[in-house]
């Protein structure tokens, strides 16, 4: 297991849509384990693999309940609205509010290639959009306002 380099805003790895996995091997399960040792030592409650630089569709998220690891993960149901703060590993010191649905049920494959089903509500349900839009190539600030990114511009 490893700490990895957590890619920044402005590297391009973190604009591109990561691919599917087409099956779980020895290599997918450290990349697992080397997401949950970065997301833990960077003390974030999620990790998407673009940002450590890996272009597969893999999620790991704590809120503080227990590791979920999720491979291909895709968003099947989102229920109602919740606006409140979110931050990221690849924008480090900036936080903003922003509209994410307030339950969020994922389809998804654990290490062990099961399908497994995760129905988040609150932050969980905030954590799993977060990291499923890395995966995607959309950062949070993409939700925010323009006026609002032109302000963080300026800082």
Known sequence: MAIRMIRLEGDPVLR??????PEITKNIH????DMADTMYDAEGVGLAAPQIGVLKRVV???????????????????????Y????????????????????????ALNRHGEEITVDGEGLLARALAHEIDHLNGVLFIDHLPEYTKL????K
């Open 151 to 154: 302000d963080r511009l300026r």
């Open 84 to 107: 409140g703060p979110e931050g990221c590993l690849s924008i480090p010191g900036f936080h903003a509010d922003v509209l994410r649905p307030n339950r969020v049920v994922v389809k």
């Open 30 to 33: 450290k990349l697992l384990d």
């Open 60 to 82: 790991v998220i704590d809120i503080g309940e227990g590791l979920i690891e999720l491979v291909n993960p895709e968003i099947v149901l989102t229920e109602g609205e919740q």
């Open 16 to 21: 591109q849509v990561a691919k599917p996995v």
